[in-house]
């Protein structure tokens, strides 16, 4: 038994050993399975989060493109605000040009209204003094031709 024993003792070393070994073992394999479903998850989290991030990007770079769109068209209307204010300027212009002209042919015809009521007055008081000249020749000879009888 003696023989025996220190084999016993040795087997009992060594199974004490490999039961440690295997109790270690089982804590870092169960450990690395802990990190191991805890980086999964996380991993999941990432991909879910990775998911709403582009997604929300996304949405935001075709926010920006109809801003944008948005922009060049209100760039392009001001361009034609611009264009008409422009035109509306030549044309008033135009017109302050044709009132003055128009100003300036009133002027000229109430002128011209002026000398012809003056023209008009003297032909009056000519044709008045014709009038009267012809009536008092009239009248003299009328009376001429009483004296004569």
Known sequence: MSENTPDLNILRSQLAYQNE???????VTGEFIGRFLESES???????????????????????????????EMRSELEAAKSNVKAFEDQNND????VDDLRE?????????????????KFSEEIFNLKQLLEDQKKGM???????A
Request: contains cysteine.
């Open 21 to 27: 070994y295997a109790n270690c073992q089982g804590d």
């Open 42 to 72: 996380k991993l999941r989290m990432a991909e879910k989060s990775n998911r709403a991030i582009t997604e929300s990007l996304s949405s935001y770079q075709k926010r920006n493109d109809e801003l944008k769109r948005e922009v060049e």
């Open 95 to 98: 017109l302050r040009k044709q």
């Open 105 to 121: 042919k009133k002027q000229e015809i109430t002128n011209q209204r002026q000398q012809y009521q003056e023209t008009a007055g």
């Open 142 to 148: 009328k009376r001429g031709k009483r004296s004569q």
